[in-house]
């Protein structure tokens, strides 16, 4: 079974602190993907990467930046995370021909 | 503009009842995916359609695929009440393995 973990399923930070956001997937996926989930907006893409050292901006790239060091790793990272980035975060991971695989989700708020 | 388009966006029904949720999207793709993502969790994918006229079943759940008219369809035969939960739609965005993802539909079955 494909394997997508994620660092923490709560995360609790303040305004300011820079805040690191891992996945891990154990299936040797090319695609890794991170998206935001707020209700009545559906996912949304923030940043994906299709080989290691590659990314690519998604929809809302803004406040966020990505880095994917090793295959399966793909972390997200808030520089300065502020009240609006508190969201469901979701990483998925894929190769070119399978559909995507969905981490657990980390649930962070930013007081 | 990429853009995936699905209704209802809420789904009250009773259990025994039949009922279509609806996913138009808006440019040509290959591959339309349906997920399903409960309370609290992540997505599950449920079905992946991948050319015109493909139908797909999974017990209560039937989805299809309509390329030509950029429609793809989820119905429900016979509600019950483990299938509450938030459904979504998602295409192919151009030659990545990027998503496009509708709004969901939370559905409510009532016993």
């Known amino acids: 079974d494909v394997k997508v973990t994620q660092s923490s399923r709560y995360l609790v930070k303040r305004t300011g602190e820079k805040v690191f956001l891992e996945c891990v997937q154990d299936?040797?996926?090319?695609?890794m993907f991170w998206y935001r989930q707020d209700p009545g907006l559906g996912l949304r893409l923030i940043y994906f990467s299709y080989d290691v050292k590659m990314k690519e901006k998604g929809d809302i790239p803004e406040g966020y930046s990505v880095s994917r060091e090793k295959k399966e790793r793909f972390s997200l990272i808030l520089e300065s995370a502020s009240t609006n980035q508190t969201s469901m975060y979701l990483c998925a991971s894929s190769s070119v021909v399978t559909k995507q695989y969905f981490g657990p989700g980390t649930r962070l708020t930013v007081t | 503009e990429l853009k995936v388009e699905q209704n209802p966006l809420f789904l009250s029904m009773q259990e025994g009842k039949n009922y279509t949720i609806y996913c138009n999207y808006s440019t040509t793709s290959d591959r339309l995916y349906w997920y399903r993502q409960d309370p609290g969790k992540s997505l599950e994918s449920l079905f992946v359609?991948?050319?015109?006229?493909a139908v797909k079943q999974e017990g209560r759940l039937m989805a299809s695929l309509d390329t030509k008219a950029r429609l793809s369809t989820l119905h429900i035969t016979a509600a019950v009440h483990d299938l509450s939960a938030t459904y979504f739609c998602?295409?192919?965005?151009?030659?990545?393995?990027?998503?496009?993802f509708g709004t969901g539909t939370l559905l409510a079955v009532q016993p």
């Open positions: 299936m040797d996926h090319e695609n």
């Open positions: 998602a295409f192919h965005g151009g030659a990545t393995n990027k998503l496009i």
């Open positions: 359609l991948l050319s015109n006229g």
